[in-house]
């Protein structure tokens, strides 16, 4: 299995709103050819494009260890929570954690460069209906990654035909490198 290095750019995005924030991103007209489905993943990220908002602050990260089961869905690899592990708060507004899964090359590319690996942290606010996907974008690396090498086994378990989950135990959302917390 190939060893990884995360990078430390997010890519924080919403379902109905349509929203997409990079880097303290501002809101743009592009967000509404987002909404009407004009413009829709994969989406190259353009620094140049980029404007810095401070006013919104860092990412609130209140992740907690929980059970996790790490699922093969042909299309990709998952993991769902089992019970809770914990949320995110953007602009004072909680979304709870509810699954991982991980796209092999990147869906996204940053300047036109495509990266091997991109985690998507699935958050739901159910009251509001909304859901909020943090992306974090990862090399490879001659290092291992903490968070991934805890799941390698799980998932080389997984890998075959026929074998479509396995209970992986207690996992730590906080062990994923995300020591840069702008959006």
């Given at each position: 299995m190939k060893n990884f290095v995360s990078k430390p750019i997010f890519l924080v995005y919403t379902y109905l709103l349509a929203v997409v924030l990079v880097l303290n991103s501002r809101p743009t007209s592009s967000w509404l050819e987002c909404k009407n489905e004009t413009m829709q993943s994969p989406i190259d990220l353009a620094f140049s494009k980029m404007q810095y908002a401070p006013e919104l602050g860092d990412l609130?990260?209140?992740y907690t260890p929980a059970s996790a089961i790490l699922k093969n869905r042909g299309h990709d690899i998952s993991?769902?929570?089992?019970?809770?592990?914990?949320?995110?708060?953007?602009?004072?507004?909680?979304y709870v954690l509810d699954q991982i899964h991980w796209h092999s090359p990147s869906e996204h590319t940053i300047n036109g460069r495509?990266?091997?690996l991109e985690?998507?942290?699935?958050?739901?606010?159910?009251?509001?209906?909304?859901?909020v996907v943090v992306a974090v974008l990862y090399a490879t690396s001659i290092f291992k990654n903490p968070f991934l090498s805890k799941l390698e086994g799980s998932i080389m378990d997984i890998s075959g035909i026929g074998a479509s989950e396995v209970n992986v135990g207690l996992v730590d959302p906080n062990d994923i490198d995300m020591s840069d917390r702008r959006y």
């Open positions: 609130q990260l209140n993991w769902a929570v089992a019970g809770s592990a914990g949320s995110i708060q953007i602009d004072g507004i909680t495509r990266f091997a985690q998507h942290l699935v958050h739901k606010n159910v009251q509001l209906q909304k859901v």
